[in-house]
T-cell receptor, first 114, second 113 residues
Framework: EAGVAQSPRYKIIEKRQSVAFWCNPI?????LYWYQQILGQGPKLLIQ????????DSQLPKDRFSAERLKGVDSTLKIQPAKLEDSAVYLC????????????FGPGTRLTVL | DAKTTQPNSMESNEEEPVHLPCNHS???????IHWYRQLPSQGPEYVIH???SNVNNRMASLAIAEDRKSSTLILHRATLRDAAVYYC??????????????FGKGTLLTVNP
């Protein structure tokens, strides 16, 4: 079974530029999550989708971050404009449903903002 | 969200058992105890979870205190591949907080050859 795919794996941008990350969850998984992991900390949930609807985006900085999952399969997370403090690893995870116990994580995208 | 307390770091020797503790004194009756681990440069991976009874799977065992205020993840024979950050997380199975996982800083396990 293929795992959660993410691209790119690494991205370096200058502050105030825009960046987008892509995630393809495990086939058949209805729930998709985006996490931000700052160096030395645990992952922090940014947004949670159930199919193509948002379940929780309470910790998403909506003035600069946006995410979509238009067809209920793959998803894109965008930052516009980026700030230095956005430097982190962005992790995508999926699960069969939002009440299912196990989340499966992708390898992450490491973003460096200069 | 109910919180957990874990040591920042632990060390073990290869092929010896490892006991990783977690305190969760404010756990509620509907909170499951989950453990994930994160290997270097990878996303977290599920290890094990339980509610009240001890649990075993191919990766580890989970021992839960009778009052559920603490638990221990047991790796029976540590290997170098087990070096990772281990996260103990409480997940509300009643649907509170949309079942989400809230990660702390975890315990960094170092395995010596």
């Amino acid at each position: 079974e293929a795992g959660v795919a993410q691209s790119p794996r690494y991205k370096i941008i200058e502050k105030r530029q825009s960046v987008a990350f892509w995630c393809n969850p495990i086939s058949g998984h209805a729930t998709l999550y985006w996490y931000q992991q700052i160096l030395g900390q645990g992952p922090k949930l940014l947004i949670q989708f159930q199919n193509n609807g948002v379940v929780d985006d309470s910790q998403l900085p909506k003035d600069r971050f946006s995410a979509e999952r238009l067809k209920g399969v793959d998803s894109t997370l965008k930052i516009q404009p980026a700030k230095l403090e956005d430097s982190a690893v962005y992790l995508c995870a999926s699960s069969l449903s939002f009440s299912t116990d196990t989340q499966y994580f992708g390898p992450g995208t490491r973003l460096t903002v200069l | 969200d109910a919180k957990t307390t874990q040591p920042n770091s632990m060390e073990s020797n290869e092929e010896e058992p490892v006991h990783l503790p977690c305190n969760h004194s404010t756990i509620s009756g509907t909170d499951y105890i989950h453990w994930y681990r994160q290997l270097p440069s990878q996303g977290p991976e599920y290890v094990i979870h339980g509610l009240t009874s001890n649990v075993n799977n191919r990766m580890a065992s989970l021992a839960i205190a009778e009052d559920r205020k603490s638990s221990t993840l047991i790796l029976h024979r540590a290997t170098l591949r087990d070096a990772a950050v281990y996260y103990c997380i409480l997940r509300d199975a009643s649907g509170g907080s949309n079942y989400k996982l809230t990660f702390g800083k975890g315990t960094l396990l170092t395995v010596n050859p």
